[in-house]
């Protein structure tokens, strides 16, 4: 277990639950929240949508790689939340790994696919994808490709169940004894 000072990066794909446990944790702990795409909506003034429109994918993550370096530099007890590709450009997975607990926000293709078609409007990689066939391929071959790097985490943790109260409260109960209790 990581001390009580490191930082514990949640990562995971796109939709698989790390702002509402992060946030939920935080409130539960005390422990100070931060979603990695909104540090960055702040600094920049542009959302993540904006970003990827204006200026491209790869200025995208040159921006998550140096704001993850800046969490990461001054990060004391920090729960943050990562966007789902964070873990696999760059030093990203290896500097999360040297200086917190990193845990891998894992369930199954039919969770992240519902939970995206939620919220397809806000996620700019995913936005102009059709419902079926269109945004299930895409999902099954990225995340295919990321788990590679996802599984580097320390651990990995069941985020299924995040739909209601009562489950995110079960969950945050599981994650504080798992990680948080000596």
């Given at each position: 277990?990581?001390g009580?000072?490191?930082?514990?990066?949640?990562?995971?794909?796109?939709?698989?639950?790390?702002?509402?446990?992060?946030?939920?944790?935080?409130?539960a702990?005390?422990?100070?929240?931060?979603?990695?795409?909104?540090?960055?909506?702040?600094?920049?003034?542009?959302?993540?949508?904006?970003?990827?429109?204006q200026?491209?994918?790869?200025?995208?993550?040159?921006?998550?790689?140096?704001?993850?370096?800046?969490?990461?530099?001054?990060?004391?007890?920090?729960?943050?939340?990562?966007g789902?590709?964070?873990?696999?450009?760059?030093?990203?997975?290896?500097?999360?790994?040297?200086?917190?607990?990193?845990?891998?926000?894992?369930?199954?293709?039919?969770?992240?696919?519902?939970?995206?078609?939620?919220?397809?409007?806000?996620r700019?990689?995913?936005?102009?994808l059709?419902?079926?066939?269109?945004?299930e391929?895409?999902?099954?071959?990225?995340?295919?490709?990321?788990?590679?790097?996802?599984?580097?985490?320390?651990?990995?943790?069941?985020?299924?169940?995040?739909?209601?109260e009562?489950?995110?409260?079960?969950?945050?109960?599981?994650?504080?004894?798992?990680?948080?209790?000596?």
């Amino acid at each position: 277990m990581n001390g009580v000072s490191d930082p514990v990066f949640l990562i995971g794909y796109m939709a698989s639950g790390k702002t509402t446990l992060g946030r939920a944790l935080s409130e539960a702990t005390g422990r100070g929240f931060v979603d990695l795409d909104e540090y960055i909506e702040q600094k920049t003034g542009k959302t993540v949508s904006e970003i990827f429109a204006q200026d491209g994918e790869a200025e995208f993550r040159r921006l998550e790689t140096a704001s993850l370096g800046e969490l990461a530099a001054d990060s004391r007890g920090l729960i943050i939340a990562c966007g789902g590709g964070t873990p696999c450009f760059g030093d990203n997975m290896e500097r999360m790994n040297s200086v917190g607990l990193t845990v891998w926000l894992d369930t199954s293709t039919d969770v992240i696919l519902r939970r995206l078609l939620a919220e397809r409007s806000s996620r700019p990689l995913v936005a102009s994808l059709s419902e079926g066939g269109e945004l299930e391929d895409y999902v099954a071959v990225n995340l295919e490709r990321r788990r590679p790097y996802y599984s580097r985490a320390a651990s990995r943790f069941d985020s299924t169940f995040l739909e209601t109260e009562a489950e995110v409260a079960s969950s945050v109960s599981q994650f504080i004894e798992k990680y948080f209790q000596s």
